[in-house]
Nanobody, 118 residues
Framework: QVQLVESGGGLVQPGGSLRLSCAAS????????MDWYRQAPGNERELVAG???????NYVDSVKGRFSISRDSAKKMVYLQMNSLKPEDTAVYYC????????????WGKGTLVTVSS
């Protein structure tokens, strides 16, 4: 059974850092591009960062230079290092796995809440 389990969310003050983790199971990890999405109340879910199965990364403009996505093939883990956090980063962050060829093979975690506030 496919599972994506996020962890690492919490409350942090502006300017602080958090590291989110996503543990994947039930998939051939090397066949999947991995993404982090986020959704704030009243907003549409947006792609924050992605990393292909080959290690190529991309970021939404608003987090470039502050966030870094990485993956560990041996552990089947994906990470999102978030630095210089801003209140507008507050959202539920979701891990997503997307098969490199079978577009409908896409899986979501349940999310982890990140709150950036004084």
């Amino acid at each position: 059974q496919v599972q994506l389990v996020e962890s690492g969310g919490g409350l942090v003050q502006p300017g602080g850092s958090l590291r989110l983790s996503c543990a994947a199971s039930g998939i051939i990890f090397s066949f999947y591009d991995m993404d982090w999405y986020r959704q704030a109340p009243g907003n549409e879910r947006e792609l924050v960062a992605g990393i292909t199965r080959g290690g190529i990364t991309n970021y939404v403009d608003s987090v470039k230079g502050r966030f870094s996505i990485s993956r560990d093939s041996a552990k089947k883990m994906v990470y999102l290092q978030m630095n210089s956090l801003k209140p507008e980063d507050t959202a539920v962050y979701y891990c997503n796995a997307k098969h490199w060829r079978a577009y409908d093979m896409r899986y979501w975690g349940k999310g982890t809440l990140v709150t950036v506030s004084s």
